[in-house]
């Protein structure tokens, strides 16, 4: 059946202008949603304000000291975290389908072993040199690098859902499957198995 | 293929919002929505009720504690109603990308209907 037999759903001259903002609409939603369920730069900030101060009990090598702020930081790191969960937020819960599949995953477990990396090997460079603090430096070193990965990685999580949730609508066997095209930045990028174009037969 | 498929109950402006929030969700609370929205809770609330009343939105009111909680999720229904509007637009749109005549489109085009 063509369209032109018909009446347009949206009733005037400007169908295609409206049906493309109603388009931009739904994927700047979709973007909302997701945004909601990255971990929010905030916490990012408390794990390493949460590190810093680990590193400096360590450093005061009091054992009042120590026995009061490491547990204290680990309780705040892991409310933090907690915390910054959208679902313990009781907010929303990202659609299965948009979630980051294990490459989301790699990236989580990079960022830390990098921070891991970078604080050990530190202390250990700067202990051998006798420089003082050396667990205060390199531990601030290791937050340094949560602070800045974090953002990053939120960056890439969320890019990697918008991909997954574009890609659920491409991969469905039904007409959903014509997002791709217009939920890409690239306006052009109507692939080839859009079947409704050609089978539409009609005219604007 | 036709423009069967592009819903009119979806295509009111306050409702595509709510319905394309939560196709990206599994659920999400009311105040989530009725703050990412702007709207106020009467105002949500009657769109949801219409929405529901369609069979495209599940409502779930629960307790926590002693505070009610409500979230809505897009049913099964409401999800395949939506992929199929979002089908429809599409096809709207494409057919101007191929009719080398379409007159282009310009910002005053962007308003959506009785928005």
């Known amino acids: ?62 054992t ?16 933090a975290i907690i ?15 948009a979630q980051p599949d294990g490459r989301g995953g790699v990236a ?26 050396p667990l205060t430096i390199s531990y601030g070193a290791g937050a340094a690098v949560l602070v800045i990965g974090g953002p990053l990685l939120n960056k890439y999580l969320s890019r990697l859902m918008l991909s997954n949730a574009r890609q659920h609508m491409t991969d469905a066997p039904r007409p959903g499957a014509q997002w791709r095209g217009l939920l890409s930045s690239d306006p052009g990028d109507h692939s080839p198995g859009h079947a409704g174009r050609t089978n539409d037969g009609g005219t604007a | 293929m036709s423009t069967a498929g592009f819903d009119e109950l979806i295509h009111a402006p306050t409702r595509l919002e709510i319905v394309s929030l939560l196709a990206a969700a599994q659920w999400a609370d009311f105040k989530y929505i009725r703050d990412e929205l702007g709207l106020s809770d009467s105002a949500l609330s009657k769109q949801l009720s219409t929405l ?25 229904a409401g999800r395949q109603a939506f992929e199929k509007h979002v089908a429809a ?15 282009p489109a310009t910002e005053a085009d962007r308003a959506v209907p009785g928005r």
């Open chain 1, 64 to 79: 009042v000291v120590l026995a009061i702020s490491i547990p204290l930081a680990a309780v705040v790191i892991a409310g």
């Open chain 2, 89 to 103: 637009l599409q096809r709207i749109v494409a057919r101007s990308q191929q009719d080398p005549g379409a007159r």
């Open chain 1, 83 to 97: 915390a910054s969960l959208p679902e313990v937020r009781r907010r929303v819960r990202v659609s299965s389908a």
């Open chain 1, 108 to 133: 989580l477990a990079s960022l830390i072993l990098l921070v891991i990396a970078v604080t050990i090997a530190l202390a250990v460079i700067l202990t051998d040199n006798r420089v003082p603090h």
């Open chain 1, 1 to 62: 059946m063509s369209d032109t037999q018909q009446p347009s759903p949206l009733g005037s001259g400007s169908a295609e202008a409206d049906a493309a903002a109603e388009l931009a609409e739904i994927q700047r939603r979709q973007e909302r949603v997701i945004e909601s369920a990255v971990v929010p730069v905030w916490s990012w900030w408390v794990i390493a304000l949460a590190l810093v101060a680990i590193g400096a009990a360590r450093d005061s090598h009091h």
């Open chain 2, 52 to 76: 529901e009343s369609a069979g495209y939105v599940e409502i779930r009111r629960r307790f926590v504690g002693k505070r009610p909680r409500t979230s809505a999720s897009l049913s099964t």
